[in-house]
Structure formats: structure tokens, C-alpha cells
């Protein structure tokens, strides 16, 4: 895909979505998708065909650093899509981000990506609500200088 198609792709998600200010999506790739704030990152000469959707998904409280991360290394492994969707940690914001990456075709329209990226903030959302209950309830049932411990090693 050309800069110039991709930027039409942008322009015509921009309309799908139902954006009211489309210019932080044609300038900067930053859409909201539901609830879940969205960066599309799109480098193309890395890869013209290829673009990266990063969706913040909310930060981690100390508390349960430990049992969090591990938590998401886990879904990477088993979730990850072979590599194509992962979680990591935004070294700028300490969120965890949900990057995902998406293969442009020319022939892809607006609304499948608009598709293809609310799927994604959806399945990425539940993963992580998942994850933080997880954590929560297995934080909860811990003795009490148990989550020192866990603390010291995250």
C-alpha cells in the first residue's frame, strides 16, 4: 500500500468511525475504538504493507505487578496469534498496550479495518479485564507478607 492509499484508508476510517475530529487519526494515528484509546503506527518504509495497531489498555497497580506480568507473558504465549498480536508495557506511560499487526492490502476497505480493529479492542479488553480480576482475586487470597515478597522480585 502507498502512503497515499494509506492516508485515503485513513480519511475513509476516519468517516466509518464516526470521528469528530479526524485530524488526530490523519496526523497522528490516534483514534478511539469504544473505550479503549488506539495508536495506528504505520511506517512505510519499514514495511508499505504493514501497519501496527497499539491499543492502551490501562495501567497495572504495584500491588500486582508481579502476578500481572507474568499473566501477560502467558497470554502472549498462548494468545499471541503466532506473534501477531502481543502485550506489552509502554516504557513512556507504564499502560499496558495491546499491539497488533495488520497486513494492508490495497483492496482492504475502511470498514474491515474499522472491523478488524474494534474485534481486536474488544477481544484485547476482555483479555485484560480477565487478567486484572485473575490478579486481583489471587492478590486478595495471599497472606499478608506474601505480597512483599512478590513485590521485591517485580
Not at 472491523?115 to 489471587?138: F, K, N, P, V, Y
Amino acid at each position: 500500500m502507498t502512503p497515499e492509499q494509506y492516508q485515503y484508508l485513513l480519511h475513509e476510517l476516519a468517516h466509518v468511525a464516526g470521528l469528530p475530529y479526524p485530524l488526530a487519526l490523519m496526523n497522528h494515528g490516534r483514534l478511539k475504538i469504544g473505550e479503549v484509546n488506539a495508536v495506528l503506527v504505520y511506517e512505510p518504509q519499514y514495511d508499505p504493507d504493514l501497519m501496527q495497531a497499539r491499543l492502551m489498555l490501562g495501567c497495572v497497580p504495584q500491588e500486582l505487578k508481579a502476578s500481572v506480568m507474568e499473566a501477560l507473558l502467558e497470554a502472549n504465549y498462548f494468545e499471541g496469534y503466532g506473534g501477531e498480536c502481543v502485550f506489552s508495557l509502554s516504557p513512556q506511560s507504564g499502560e499496558i498496550v495491546l499491539t497488533m499487526r495488520m497486513t494492508l492490502l490495497p483492496s482492504l476497505s475502511a470498514h474491515e479495518l474499522w472491523q478488524a480493529l474494534s474485534d481486536i479492542a474488544r477481544h484485547g479488553s476482555q483479555m485484560w479485564e480477565t487478567i486484572m480480576a485473575e490478579c486481583e482475586t489471587l492478590h486478595a487470597g495471599m497472606p499478608a507478607g506474601f505480597h512483599d515478597a512478590l513485590a521485591q522480585h517485580a
